[in-house]
T-cell receptor
Framework: KQEVTQIPAALSVPEGENLVLNCSFT??????LQWFRQDPGKGLTSLLL?????REQTSGRLNASLDKSSGRSTLYIAASQPGDSATYLC???????????FGTGTRLKVLA | NAGVTQTPKFRILKIGQSMTLQCTQD?????MYWYRQDPGMGLKLIYY???????DKGEVPNGYNVSRSTTEDFPLRLELAAPSQTSVYFC????????????FGPGTRLTVT
């Protein structure tokens, strides 16, 4: 079964710390992987999209990497801030499908 | 550019009632999706569409119906609402899932009592 897993489910860190969120998928044949942010009671905001042919994407303090052979992606957040507190979800589009498969997310809390 | 819009924002239904959740996008995206999100869970795909007139079931389609008569609109119909359909519903669209981002609407919070 094509699945997406995110560990840990929750993470609490002090402000200023660099941190890594993990996303695992079960099949290396993917079109792309997308990272989202969701604030409480809100919709999902796209952060980064990594195509299958790419190894990483960067936006500001965020860097996402993709290793298809191991079925893993990481989202690196540099110098975390309280405003980064949110739930982070990853979604994978497996090759040959039109559907996004979502992980259950990592709930991040950055303490001031 | 409004992106993906959803109405209503909130709704309370009684068991057995029906309703339609509206979704509209103004980005000329062919691909549109309906998800539900239960507390502490990820998103589950209900139905999706690859273009006007073409729809297909996702992971959790029972109790729902969809139609896609135009590129812009993708309404989700709940027939005979049940407490298990209490959830937050998100509509999303994409130019093409093989290469492009998916954009989300703000969601509809539905309670069935």
């Amino acid at each position: 079964k094509q699945e997406v897993t995110q560990i840990p489910a929750a993470l609490s860190v002090p402000e200023g710390e660099n941190l890594v969120l993990n996303c695992s998928f079960t099949d290396s044949a993917i079109y792309n992987l997308q990272w989202f942010r969701q604030d409480p009671g809100k919709g999902l905001t796209s952060l980064l999209l990594i195509q299958s042919s790419q190894r990483e994407q960067t936006s500001g303090r965020l860097n996402a990497s993709l290793d298809k052979s191991s079925g893993r992606s990481t989202l690196y957040i540099a110098a975390s801030q309280p405003g980064d507190s949110a739930t982070y979800l990853c979604a994978v589009v497996y090759s040959g499908t039109y559907k996004y498969i979502f992980g259950t997310g990592t709930r991040l809390k950055v303490l001031a | 550019n409004a992106g993906v819009t959803q109405t209503p924002k909130f709704r309370i239904l009684k068991i057995g009632q029906s309703m339609t959740l509206q979704c509209t996008q103004d980005m000329n995206h062919n691909y549109m999706y309906w998800y539900r999100q239960d507390p502490g869970m990820g998103l589950k795909l209900i139905y999706y569409s690859v273009g006007a007139g073409i729809t297909d079931k996702g992971e959790v389609p029972n109790g729902y119906n969809v139609s896609r008569s135009t590129t812009e609109d993708f309404p989700l119909r709940l027939e005979l609402a049940a407490p298990s359909q209490t959830s937050v519903y998100f509509c999303a669209s994409s130019l093409g899932p093989d290469r492009y981002e998916q954009y989300f609407g703000p969601g509809t919070r539905l309670t069935v009592t």
